[in-house]
């Protein structure tokens, strides 16, 4: 069973939430943020991302980087721009981006089931970045950043969702990028109870984005065994048929020394290619292809497809296995510098603009990994390959945090 408890949460005030929250700290570079948050004191970058108010080429994980961090998150506080709850609450926080509608649940979930692994993980960490997130919240005395994560739709869940967000919200703003953000408290005991016992009996968790912060927020349970708030993670929760996932593309530096007739000759090996195929696949095992001005249809040879492993049957996998490794020489995309990966958000207009202007050889633009895939690999104790999913919207930092 998931187990969430309601909390005092610390909330920008409506009337300043469209300044204060921002993008995740991980989805941009530090230029990116310096100048997002350029003339806008109230802006999260500089809680999240503080090395912006330190000289240029500050090192980002420096002692002095974090304690800024600190600094800048007093001051919201001081400042009454974010204000803490009086009472530990659920809360309901609803995105919609075009046509797509996300809502969900705000809570704290279990450092202790994820642990146990009734909170699934679907990829590996990497120590470094654990590191980060564990300053960052030591400094702070708070998670800023919540983990994005998804349950196994539950028709009873799904209307009380519906009823509580056809009333009048607290938070509701529309951000730079066009995502409407919207955000309902829920307060009285009958829902909270209500909730509670509804998730005990749901009996996994996923984790689709934020990996690290909920390894970090582990470790930091773990190290002060557990006192105070260290208990709980911070987290948004959706049914899983709410989800949008996008694909992440990938560009190549180099052909590795073949010309581009001698690659194509290649991967007629491993696809049937259409050299008229437009840049975006129509579904699984079809890939797009940008070489020397020219997309390409690909379409992975079913003797490749045919397997039963969820892991091996991936796109991203096959792409690897059959593709990168072989003809390319790229044998681990997390460590090679000649393979970069691309958000599905940007389109694959910016594959072909990367590729025009000569920073890249060729790009392959992806079908997206779909969620029941991800939960059928979790619930198996698979990890996927790598940048295999890009989950849209994303959470904004500072919509709620979560003292600890």
């Known amino acids: 069973m998931a187990t969430l408890k309601p909390f005092a949460a610390l909330r920008p005030q409506p009337g300043v939430a469209r300044r204060i929250c921002e993008l995740p700290y991980d989805v941009m570079t530090s230029a990116e943020a310096r100048e997002t948050a350029a003339g806008n004191s109230l802006s999260f970058l500089h809680v999240s991302k503080p090395e912006i108010d330190l000289a240029p080429g500050t090192d980002p994980y420096s002692t002095e980087v974090y304690a800024k961090g600190k600094e800048n998150f007093q001051r919201l506080i001081a400042q009454g721009s974010i204000l803490q709850d009086p009472q530990p609450c659920f809360y309901l926080y609803r995105q919609i981006m075009g046509r797509h509608t996300q809502a969900g649940l705000v809570a704290v979930a279990s450092c202790e089931d994820y642990l146990r692994g009734m909170i699934k993980k679907h990829?590996?960490?990497?120590?470094?970045?654990?590191?980060?997130?564990?300053?960052?919240?030591?400094?702070?005395?708070?998670?800023?950043?919540?983990?994005?994560?998804?349950?196994?739709?539950?028709?009873?869940?799904?209307?009380?969702?519906?009823r509580?967000?056809?009333?009048?919200?607290?938070?509701?703003?529309?951000?730079?990028?066009?995502?409407?953000?919207?955000?309902?408290?829920?307060?009285?005991?009958?829902?909270?109870?209500?909730?509670?016992?509804?998730?005990?009996?749901?009996?996994?968790?996923?984790?689709?984005?934020?990996?690290?912060?909920?390894?970090?927020?582990?470790?930091?349970?773990?190290?002060?065994?557990?006192?105070?708030?260290?208990?709980?993670?911070?987290?948004?929760?959706?049914?899983?048929?709410?989800?949008?996932?996008l694909p992440y593309n990938r560009v190549v530096k180099d052909l590795n020394g073949l010309s581009a007739a001698q690659l194509l000759e290649k991967l007629d090996g491993v696809f049937i290619i259409d050299p008229n195929g437009g840049a975006g696949p129509a579904h699984r095992h079809e890939l797009g292809f940008y070489l020397a001005g020219q997309w390409h249809r690909l379409h992975f040879r079913p003797r490749f497809a045919a397997t039963t492993d969820p892991v091996e049957k991936l796109d991203v996998t096959l792409l690897?296995?059959?593709?990168?490794?072989?003809?390319?020489?790229?044998?681990?995309?997390?460590?090679?510098?000649?393979?970069?990966?691309?958000?599905?958000?940007?389109?694959?207009?910016?594959?072909?603009?990367?590729?025009?202007a000569g920073d890249y050889a060729c790009a392959f633009s992806m079908y997206g990994t779909s969620i029941e895939e991800l939960m059928t690999i979790a619930d198996a104790g698979g990890l996927m390959p790598p940048k295999s999913t890009?989950?849209?919207?994303?959470?904004r930092d500072a919509m709620f945090s979560h003292l600890c």
């Open 123 to 162: 990829e590996l960490t990497r120590p470094d970045k654990e590191d980060d997130r564990v300053r960052h919240i030591e400094a702070l005395e708070a998670q800023t950043g919540p983990v994005f994560l998804v349950y196994r739709a539950s028709r009873t869940l799904d209307e009380l969702v519906e």
């Open 164 to 245: 509580r967000i056809a009333g009048p919200p607290q938070i509701d703003f529309t951000a730079r990028d066009g995502v409407r953000h919207t955000a309902w408290v829920i307060v009285e005991a009958p829902d909270i109870e209500f909730i509670e016992q509804e998730f005990k009996r749901i009996p996994s968790l996923y984790i689709a984005d934020g990996h690290h912060r909920c390894a970090a927020a582990a470790r930091v349970f773990q190290a002060r065994k557990g006192t105070g708030r260290s208990a709980c993670f911070l987290g948004v929760l959706f049914p899983h048929n709410q989800v949008q996932i």
């Open 320 to 356: 690897q296995k059959y593709v990168l490794e072989p003809i390319f020489a790229i044998d681990d995309p997390r460590t090679s510098s000649r393979v970069n990966f691309v958000g599905g958000i940007r389109g694959t207009a910016e594959l072909q603009r990367l590729v025009d």
């Open 390 to 395: 890009w989950f849209e919207p994303k959470l």
